[in-house]
T-cell receptor, first 113, second 111 residues
Framework: GDSVTQTEGQVALSEEDFLTIHCNYSASGYPALFWYVQYPGEGPQFLFRASRDKEKGSSRGFEATYDKGTTSFHLRKASVQESDSAVYYC????????????FGLGTTLQVQP | EAAVTQSPRNKVTVTGGNVTLSCRQTNSHNYMYWYRQDTGHGLRLIHYSYGAGNLQIGDVPDGYKATRTTQEDFFLLLELASPSQTSLYFCAGRDGDTEVFFGKGTRLTVV
């Protein structure tokens, strides 16, 4: 079945560092891909999505580009802030119009001031 | 803005107990979901539905039932709760291929 793999379980950075969180997917066709962010005590919040090859999604300084060739949707930010500390989830919408949304295991980002 | 409201926010029950978690959404989302979140496992899909009366099996359905009584209401039922079901439960709603809106979660403890 379809799946999402996030390589990093935890990432520790200092403010103004460059962020990359890797996300690779396994699915046929062109599934919609999403990034979500979860702050402590809250539910996950939508960051952005992309659904076509080479489409870029972006929000709040974060961005990711849909790459069908490498089946990836890596999250990047040029300069992180302490307030970006959170858990980040990559997700895909299962193909075949099932409505099923599949999440990766999440990556915990800790940014030191 | 869409709203997904879960109740209760916290619940403690005993092993073998009967628990119902409630979820209501106010944006007429077609799809509604129940996830559980556990350290090391991320978000795992329990059950989901694409409309009133419909139920689809998720990835970790054992020990759970669900019912979608109306377009707005989606319930998760644990009829014989076990300690392994201690978790943080999230309900979510979605239309088609758009973003998913999550509730604030219900923390369930089975003692």
């Amino acid at each position: 079945g379809d799946s999402v793999t996030q390589t990093e379980g935890q990432v520790a950075l200092s403010e103004e560092d460059f962020l990359t969180i890797h996300c690779n997917y396994s699915a046929s066709g062109y599934p919609a891909l999403f990034w979500y962010v979860q702050y402590p005590g809250e539910g996950p919040q939508f960051l952005f999505r992309a659904s076509r090859d080479k489409e870029k999604g972006s929000s709040r300084g974060f961005e990711a580009t849909y790459d069908k060739g490498t089946t990836s949707f890596h999250l990047r930010k040029a300069s992180v802030q302490e307030s970006d500390s959170a858990v980040y989830y990559c997700a895909l919408g299962e193909t075949g119009n099932t409505g099923k949304l599949i999440f990766g295991l999440g990556t915990t980002l800790q940014v030191q001031p | 803005e869409a709203a997904v409201t879960q109740s209760p926010r916290n619940k403690v029950t005993v092993t073998g107990g009967n628990v119902t978690l409630s979820c209501r959404q106010t944006n007429s989302h077609n799809y509604m979901y129940w996830y559980r979140q556990d350290t090391g496992h991320g978000l795992r899909l329990i059950h989901y539905s694409y409309g009133a009366g419909n139920l689809q099996i998720g990835d970790v359905p054992d020990g759970y039932k669900a019912t979608r009584t109306t377009q707005e209401d989606f319930f998760l039922l644990l009829e014989l709760a076990s300690p392994s079901q201690t978790s943080l439960y999230f309900c979510a709603g979605r239309d088609g291929d758009t973003e998913v809106f999550f509730g604030k979660g219900t923390r369930l403890t089975v003692v």
